[in-house]
């Protein structure tokens, strides 16, 4: 771990898997997009309209996700003073916000013709509006502050704080209001769901995964070539002074 | 020893400033108390709707009203340099916040538990609630100041401190919400609220146990 606290270390490493990503992200999403909108059968009561199940459970999984990886790296960052892990949190942050918008969204569209309804209180319905107010305040705390490590300090002990947070609030809203159906895969007596219903949900799973790692890629590549360059910028504006001086 | 007497002396020297300018303390009563008036003329004075409505619109308005005095618990030491002093004080720096927390929950929050018998009166709520409601409030605004303590270290000198400070805390403020409003709810409806008020305790030592290491960890962050 140490050794890719070297941002170009972790550059290089980043050069060499982020075209494999792309390129199974490239080839998987056609497939996770005809086993489910094609090739998958329609459910026997909710008819074509489950096949949004296949883009609104991964999104879920992967707000969770990714709030859960957050985290991590808030307490790795926050612990070492990785430069590295502050960056890949930050990075992540937007995605999983994103994630968490594609779950709501997704949902509530689902919602529509299952429920009669666009939105209803319920308990996992408000725990994910409420993981999706987190991600905002997190973004919101990083930019705050006129010296941005100083921004990436506190929003890692905010990170943290909503990771200790995140299960008495889950807990609290299950007492408070439950019509979401149960979970039907990660159980121990095996997945009450068909198996063709499965095999498409896990392919869009992984296709969810690459594009995350893609994108986070990107992104942690981007931030670490703008702190560079103003770095860069810092170094230039002291060798202009002292010339002049 | 010479740690919890200088605890003792920070309870002691927050106290005197909130007795010196009584007017901070009484307008988040005075908040608490007009808001309340707005609910019969919004959703009109209905006794049944207004019963049905009232304990969860006290706690939410106690919220709100914690949530605006938040930016006093640290935002003056901050500026005049006692935060500096006591970051370097030798006393743990965890003590003296939980001091801070205690001093501010005297000033603000024990007004509000105070104050909820009349609100209670004014919603037309049952005679029990006139012991629910003050009691429930008084085991759950303490882990409000404790939370809202950690948003306020961490929002010290950002550009824009109280809005901000909804979206971190609220969310947070959340469980205590449910728990408080379940058990007031639970004995005027008789369905019992005896479980929620255990519950809104031990959500006041689980933050009694975080906050104070969170909030210190977010003010070392100003001496940095």
Redesign the interface.
Same mark, same amino acid.
């Given at each position: 771990m140490q050794g890719y606290a070297n941002p170009l270390a972790f550059r290089r490493l980043a050069d060499r898997v982020l075209p494999w990503t792309l390129a199974g992200l490239a080839a998987l999403l056609p497939v996770g997009l005809y086993l489910a909108l094609v090739q998958a059968p329609p459910d026997y009561q909710q008819g074509d309209a489950a096949r949004i199940m296949y883009v609104h459970v991964p999104a879920a999984w992967m707000a969770l996700f990714t709030y859960t990886l957050l985290a991590l790296l808030s307490a790795v960052a926050?612990i070492w003073r990785h430069l590295l892990a502050e960056v890949a949190a930050r990075a992540a942050a937007p995605i999983g916000a994103a994630f968490t918008a594609v779950a709501l969204l997704s949902g509530s569209i689902w919602g529509k013709p299952m429920w009669g309804t666009w939105w209803v209180w319920d308990a996992r319905l408000t725990s994910v509006l409420?993981l999706f107010?987190?991600y905002? /305040?997190y973004m *919101? &705390?990083h930019d *705050?502050?006129?010296d941005p490590a100083?921004g990436a300090? *506190?929003a890692s002990? &905010?990170a &943290?704080? /909503?990771a200790?947070?995140l299960p008495?609030?889950k807990?609290?809203?299950d007492?408070?209001n439950t019509l979401h159906q149960p979970a039907s895969i990660m159980r121990l007596d095996g997945p009450t769901i068909a198996p063709s219903m499965l095999w498409p949900l896990f392919v869009m799973l992984l296709v969810f995964k690459l594009l995350f790692v893609s994108v986070w890629l990107l992104r942690i590549r981007a931030h670490l070539a703008e702190r560079r360059l103003q770095g860069l910028r810092a170094m230039g504006a002291r060798g202009v002074a002292a010339t002049a001086g | 020893m010479s740690a919890i007497r200088a605890a003792g002396a920070v309870v002691a020297r927050d106290l005197r400033l909130a007795f010196r300018r009584p007017g901070e303390s009484l307008l988040a009563v005075a908040f608490f108390a007009l808001a309340l008036a707005l609910f019969p003329l919004g959703v009109g004075p209905t006794p049944a709707l207004l019963v049905r409505i009232g304990a969860g619109v006290i706690w939410v308005l106690a919220l709100f009203a914690l949530l605006l005095s938040l930016e006093r618990l640290y935002q003056a030491d901050f500026e005049d340099g006692t935060l500096e002093l006591m970051l370097l004080a030798p006393a743990p720096l965890e003590l003296l916040v939980a001091a801070k927390c205690l001093a501010h929950w005297l000033s603000s929050g024990l007004l509000l538990v105070l104050m909820s018998p009349v609100l209670a009166l004014l919603m037309g709520l049952p005679g029990e609630a006139l012991w629910v409601l003050p009691a429930a409030l008084a085991l759950g605004t303490p882990t409000l100041t404790l939370i809202g303590s950690?948003g306020a270290a @961490?929002?010290l %000198?950002?550009?824009?401190g109280a809005t @901000?400070a909804a !979206? !971190?805390v @609220?969310? !947070?403020f959340?469980?205590v919400l449910?728990?408080g409003v %379940?058990a007031v709810d639970g004995y005027l409806f008789g369905l019992g609220g005896r479980g929620q008020l255990l519950?809104l305790g031990a @959500?006041f030592l689980?933050a009694l146990a975080?906050a104070p290491f969170?909030t210190a960890?977010?003010l070392r !962050?100003c001496g940095?």
């Open positions: 926050w409420i107010f987190l905002l /305040g *919101a &705390l *705050a502050f006129e100083r300090r *506190a002990i &905010l &943290l704080v /909503g200790v947070n008495i609030i807990f609290s809203v007492w408070w | 950690i @961490l929002l %000198g950002s550009r824009r @901000l !979206l !971190l @609220l969310p !947070l959340i469980p449910i728990f %379940g519950m @959500l689980f975080i969170a960890a977010a !962050l940095e």
